[in-house]
């Protein structure tokens, strides 16, 4: 069974610049979340989807991040206009369950430098 | 809000020999859940472990056991006859049991190093 994927690995880009981060969740998984890791702080949530719908978005920063899920499979995270601040490691997760067997299989991240 | 803390940052234990990982966390909540994730370099992170709040026993995965205090909102993990492979990040994380989108609030993180 693959894994949950994300493209691209690495992504430098300017300041003021879009980028589109991509996770394609295992196969069957409903529950596709996104987490972010800024430099020497925690891995924070950001939004988490239910097939295509939203189910929790509290933890996006602000309006420059748009998550999209259509379809139900794969999600798109797009940066716009990136920010020096948004720089980072950015995960996708996905589990087929919630609740106690709400594991969540982790993607390898998406490294995003902002200069 | 729920937090989750990480006192050690890094951490060192001879190969075969025994390591606890500490973390503490903060909620009102009486039912959740806790996990120990593991993320080896360059590799993507995987579970290790879990915890549910009610439950009073502690978890136990092989070689990996936790210490779950909850009184004391305290959630350690031992490694026991620690490997070469055990290197890793060790990521303490929280998710409430109740309906919601069950996200995952982590610590820092404590950089586990297992000396040869």
């Known amino acids: 069974e693959a894994g949950v994927t994300q493209f691209p690995s690495h992504s430098v880009i300017e300041k003021g610049q879009t980028v589109t981060l991509r996770c394609d969740p295992i196969s069957g998984h409903d529950n596709l979340y996104w987490y972010r890791r800024v430099m020497g702080k925690e891995i924070k949530f950001l939004l988490h989807f239910v097939k295509e719908s939203k189910q929790d978005e509290s933890g996006m920063p602000n309006n420059r991040f748009l998550a999209e899920r259509t379809g139900g499979t794969y999600s798109t995270l797009k940066v716009q206009p990136a920010e020096l601040e948004d720089s980072g490691v950015y995960f996708c997760?996905?589990?087929?369950?919630?609740?106690?067997?709400?594991?969540?299989?982790f993607g390898p991240g998406t490294r995003l430098t902002v200069l | 809000a729920q937090t989750v803390t990480q006192s050690q940052p890094e951490m060192s234990v001879q190969e075969a020999e025994t390591v606890t990982l500490s973390c503490t966390y903060d909620t009102s909540e009486s039912d959740y859940y806790l996990f120990w994730y593991k993320q080896p370099p360059s590799r993507q992170m995987i579970l290790v472990i879990r915890?549910?709040?009610?439950?009073?026993q502690n978890a136990t995965e092989n070689r990996f056991s936790v210490n779950f205090q909850k009184a004391a909102k305290s959630f350690s993990l031992k490694i026991s006859d620690s490997q070469l492979g055990d290197a890793a990040m060790y990521f303490c994380a929280y998710s409430p049991s109740g309906a919601g989108s069950y996200q995952l609030t982590f610590g820092k993180g404590t950089k586990l190093s297992v000396i040869p």
């Open positions: 997760a996905s589990s087929h369950w919630t609740g106690f067997n709400n594991e969540q299989f």
């Open positions: 915890q549910e709040a009610y439950k009073q």
